[in-house]
């Protein structure tokens, strides 16, 4: 079978998922590979009649449940194409399945599944590689924030449409969140970053070797309450590997749901590096375990991620080996580019690249 990858382009309302996407093309097709594109099914369906805010129970219900029908029907028809096409190929979804979930109840969406006949886990965890999820400007960046360019759109670029904006925003990260490979792109002062760091996450499935950059991290304390996060708990184990290369295997939960990821990484120079992660059943999870780095402890942590003026952060609170260790990490924040803390956190000492607090060494016995 060739080399395919499926990726979801998804994000609240005026993220530049329609920019990023003729970026994404460009760049990798001229790395030789096929680009696909799925469009917006939601898009689609609206330009043609359907109406997503209808009152009418049973029209919206089975307007959805066409939309997914399609949606899937098209993903499908686009992967046998891509099985068949002789050479390296990246298919992209303008949103993917679970997007659909976002805007249903939970009752409308199990009976959903049932009628498909699937499963949440499986059309979220199961059906692709990476899910790629862009901040709405709606949030941290509402001076670019406009409908104009979506005729479909159903927010309006005043403060009310900013905050159903703001709210379809984490609704969709939530259905999303339990995949393997969720990232979420913050916003930036220039747009070229957050293009930048989507063409970075999409090399990093395809196994293309990146720059190596650190994430800015910072010891804190929590000084009032997080508004809208998302918490998961955390048990990471670091394998034996071979020199220069570090191996580690983290089973990560929300509630009672779970997702085990085998990752590597290898450093294939002073500047570059190569990650890879998969996904690995229970049973594997357990017959890995046996491969424990004697050396290093098992680290136990809870993560509150959360978005703050557009901007993303993982807030770890560690439980072993470091127990009350609290440190904050930024995601995508370029060099250059300030940090939006929130009020709620006391920054104690930035830890940017100092490596005792790197979760290998941490780990260490």
Avoid at 45 to 63: A, I
Avoid at 215 to 230: A, F, N, Q, S
Wanted: proline fraction near 3%.
């Amino acid at each position: 079978m060739n080399d395919i990858k499926k990726i979801v382009l998804t994000g609240g309302p005026c993220a530049g998922k329609t920019t990023a996407l003729v970026k994404v093309i460009e760049h990798f097709s001229s790395l030789g590979y096929k680009v696909f594109t799925i469009p917006e099914v939601p898009t689609m369906f609206t330009q043609s009649g359907m109406d997503y805010l209808t009152k009418n129970k049973d029209f919206f219900f089975e307007g959805e449940k066409a939309t997914l029908e399609v949606q899937l029907a098209l993903e499908d028809k686009f992967m046998r194409m891509a099985e068949a096409y002789d050479g390296r190929c990246l298919i992209v979804c303008d949103r993917g399945a679970m997007d659909i979930s976002a805007y249903m109840t939970p009752e409308d969406w199990s009976k959903l599944m049932s009628i498909v006949g699937t499963s949440t886990a499986t059309m979220r965890d199961q059906r692709y590689d990476a899910v790629l999820h862009l901040v709405s400007a709606a949030d941290g960046a509402e001076q670019f924030y406009t409908t104009s360019n979506n005729s479909s759109r159903n927010e309006a670029a005043d403060e009310k449409g900013l905050e159903i904006a703001r709210m379809l925003d984490k609704r969709v990260i939530e259905a999303w969140t339990g995949h393997s490979h969720l990232r979420v792109i913050n916003n930036h002062e220039n747009f070229d970053h957050k293009l930048n760091r989507v063409l970075k996450e999409i090399s990093n499935v395809l196994g293309i070797p990146q720059p190596i950059e650190e994430e800015r991290k910072y010891i804190v304390e929590i000084t009032g309450e997080l508004p809208d996060y998302i918490e998961s708990d955390i048990t990471q184990t670091y394998l034996v590997a071979e020199p220069g290369c570090e191996v580690r295997l983290r089973r990560r939960g929300w509630g009672s749901k779970f997702v085990n990821v085998h990752t590597t990484k290898k450093k294939i120079s002073e500047s570059e590096q190569l990650e890879t992660e998969r996904q690995v059943s229970n049973n594997l999870y357990q017959s890995l375990l046996q491969q424990a780095d004697p050396y290093r402890q098992t680290i136990h942590k809870v993560r509150r991620s959360f978005i703050w003026k557009g901007q993303f952060f993982e807030l770890d609170k560690f439980y072993t080996p470091r127990q009350g260790l609290i440190i904050l990490e930024t995601k995508g924040i370029v060099e250059g580019e300030d940090v939006k803390f929130p009020p709620f956190i006391k920054v104690l000492e930035e830890i940017t690249g100092d490596t005792r607090y790197f979760n290998y060494n941490l780990a260490l016995r």
